[in-house]
């Protein structure tokens, strides 16, 4: 399992073994701009520094989602046209509220779509300056419930969407691991609260009736984009370095169940043109497995020792 991990794409090489083995290994992740997908993304940047043919249009293919993939590739994240290409949004694609708004820069902005630029910029290297609107817009953002909703601006949302409170979760926890300090502990209680709202659902469950919200939620999904389900959810309380709580065991379980014959997991695609290829229905996806793999390695072992389940122990 880990060989195939190790011998595919270089973006998934450098995370298997940065993630499973311990080794974060730099002249690897270098090779993320040069090789394989992460070459391609950065081929596909026009002249003018956007993809696509803005910062949210063709949707799949457009600056907003390139910078999101290059940035969960691994892509070191001094690489000079990420880089640019982030300050450029920052410069021209803030909404009158200081968020980010997917049409037009004189509306108001999404929280979903903040909350994914959030992630991106500060990973790409945004000043605090640069980043202090957006902050202060997911933080006037935040509900009653703890979490989020890009329609509150829209529609006067009352409760969160999980598609939204990731998204956020997600650019918090980027924010922190920049280094960024401003309303750093504002944004760390949000994310808590967050965390909390997605637990108390079991991550994909109706609090009335503990029925899975949506079938897609306990579907996999790569890449997810702005999109829920249970493994992007648990992935992104990996890497905000959540603890094992109980409530998350339904939504292992899911992981588990859905393991192939093979070790290995599939996922899902969702419709719209790509830079990058889609692979065959049902095919293994590495990047399913990995992080199946990454989110077994911090909450499988924990779940089977307290359920002597054997079968945690397959490679």
Same mark, same amino acid.
């Given at each position: #399992?880990?060989?195939?991990?190790?011998?595919?794409?270089?973006? &998934?090489?450098?995370?298997?073994?940065?993630?499973?083995?311990?080794?974060?290994?730099?002249?690897?992740?270098?090779? /993320?701009?040069?090789?394989?997908?992460?070459?391609?993304?950065?081929?596909?940047? !026009?002249?003018?520094?956007?993809?696509?043919?803005?910062?949210?249009?063709?949707?799949?293919?457009?600056?907003?989602? %390139?910078?999101?993939?290059?940035?969960?590739?691994?892509?070191?994240?001094?690489?000079?046209?990420?880089?640019?290409?982030?300050?450029?949004?920052?410069?021209?694609?803030?909404?009158?509220?200081?968020?980010?708004? +997917?049409?037009?820069?004189?509306?108001?902005?999404?929280?979903?779509? %903040?909350? #994914?630029?959030?992630?991106?910029?500060?990973?790409?290297? $945004?000043?605090?300056?640069?980043?202090?609107?957006?902050?202060?817009?997911?933080?006037?953002?935040?509900?009653?419930?703890?979490?989020? !909703?890009?329609?509150? !601006?829209?529609?006067?949302?009352?409760?969160?969407?999980?598609?939204? %409170? *990731?998204?956020?979760?997600?650019? /918090? %926890?980027?924010?922190?691991?920049?280094?960024?300090?401003?309303?750093?502990?504002?944004?760390?209680?949000? @994310?808590?609260?967050? &965390?909390?709202?997605?637990?108390?659902?079991?991550?994909?469950?109706?609090?009335?009736?503990?029925?899975? *919200?949506?079938?897609?939620?306990?579907?996999?999904?790569? +890449?997810?984009?702005?999109?829920?389900?249970?493994? @992007?959810?648990?992935?992104?309380?990996?890497?905000?370095?959540?603890?094992?709580?109980?409530? #998350?065991?339904?939504?292992?379980?899911? /992981?588990?169940?859905?393991?192939?014959?093979?070790?290995?997991?599939? $996922?899902?695609?969702? +419709?719209?043109?790509?830079?990058?290829?889609?692979?065959?229905?049902?095919?293994?996806?590495?990047?399913?497995?990995? /992080?199946?793999?990454? &989110?077994?390695?911090?909450?499988?072992?924990?779940?089977?020792?307290?359920?002597?389940? +054997?079968?945690?122990?397959?490679?």
């Amino acid at each position: #399992m880990l060989a195939w991990l190790l011998e595919g794409d270089v973006a &998934v090489a450098y995370q298997a073994r940065r993630d499973l083995l311990g080794d974060d290994d730099a002249d690897l992740r270098r090779r /993320i701009a040069r090789e394989g997908d992460g070459a391609v993304l950065l081929a596909a940047r !026009n002249p003018d520094g956007r993809w696509g043919r803005d910062f949210y249009q063709p949707k799949l293919t457009c600056t907003h989602y %390139t910078l999101l993939e290059l940035k969960n590739l691994g892509l070191p994240p001094d690489e000079p046209a990420a880089v640019e290409s982030t300050a450029l949004v920052l410069r021209e694609h803030k909404a009158r509220d200081g968020g980010l708004n +997917p049409q037009r820069v004189d509306a108001v902005g999404e929280a979903c779509v %903040t909350g #994914m630029g959030l992630a991106y910029a500060a990973y790409f290297g $945004a000043t605090e300056d640069d980043l202090a609107s957006l902050v202060d817009f997911l933080l006037g953002q935040r509900l009653d419930d703890g979490g989020f !909703n890009c329609r509150l !601006n829209r529609t006067g949302a009352r409760h969160s969407s999980v598609h939204t %409170t *990731i998204s956020v979760v997600e650019g /918090i %926890t980027a924010y922190d691991e920049a280094g960024r300090g401003y309303r750093r502990g504002e944004l760390l209680a949000a @994310r808590a609260s967050a &965390v909390e709202l997605l637990l108390r659902h079991r991550l994909y469950r109706s609090e009335r009736t503990s029925e899975p *919200i949506q079938a897609s939620f306990t579907r996999l999904h790569h +890449p997810a984009r702005w999109h829920y389900d249970v493994l @992007r959810a648990l992935d992104a309380f990996v890497a905000a370095g959540v603890p094992h709580d109980p409530r #998350m065991d339904d939504a292992l379980q899911v /992981i588990r169940d859905r393991r192939r014959p093979d070790g290995r997991w599939s $996922a899902a695609t969702y +419709p719209g043109e790509t830079h990058l290829p889609r692979l065959p229905g049902r095919t293994a996806s590495p990047w399913a497995t990995l /992080i199946a793999l990454r &989110v077994q390695g911090a909450y499988g072992r924990t779940r089977a020792a307290t359920r002597g389940d +054997p079968s945690e122990s397959r490679s």
